[in-house]
């Protein structure tokens, strides 16, 4: 069984096409258990109820910022050690030194192709399939 099909995966983008172009992505390579969210509050809120193995979540976004939700992940004991991507439209050195301070496995500007995407991811959680 490839790894791809028992990864759990949470996106989180206050963007529903950003969401489902991501989500569209990850099912092409083969990941099945994905779950999406429109903020890091409704993030945190899914991850405390069923951690993923890999959060996938932009930095812009209302009520949760992505920074602020990767800090929620990173002082929570059951989901600490959990896969961390931060997406964002500024390639911002600061922004990636913050991100890094707190946690982050990888950082993608967007826009980004599935190439992409799918090296970062492999970068984080091993060979897919």
């Given amino acids: 069984m490839p790894f791809a099909s028992a990864l759990r995966v ?8 950003s969401r489902l172009l991501i989500r569209g992505g990850l099912q092409d390579l083969g990941v099945s258990d994905i779950e999406m969210a429109s903020n890091g509050e409704e993030g945190f809120s899914l991850m405390k109820a069923k951690p993923a193995h890999l959060v996938i979540s932009d930095f812009n976004m209302p009520k949760l910022d992505g920074l602020g939700f990767l800090r929620a992940v990173r002082t929570y004991p059951p989901t600490q050690k959990i896969g961390f991507i931060l997406l964002t439209g500024k390639s911002d050195k600061e922004l990636i030194e913050r991100a890094a301070k707190l946690g982050v496995n990888n950082v993608i500007a967007k826009p980004f192709t599935m190439p992409v995407l799918k090296e970062k991811i492999e970068a984080v959680v091993g060979k897919l399939k």
């Fill in 10 to 17: 949470l996106i989180v983008d206050d963007q529903l096409t």
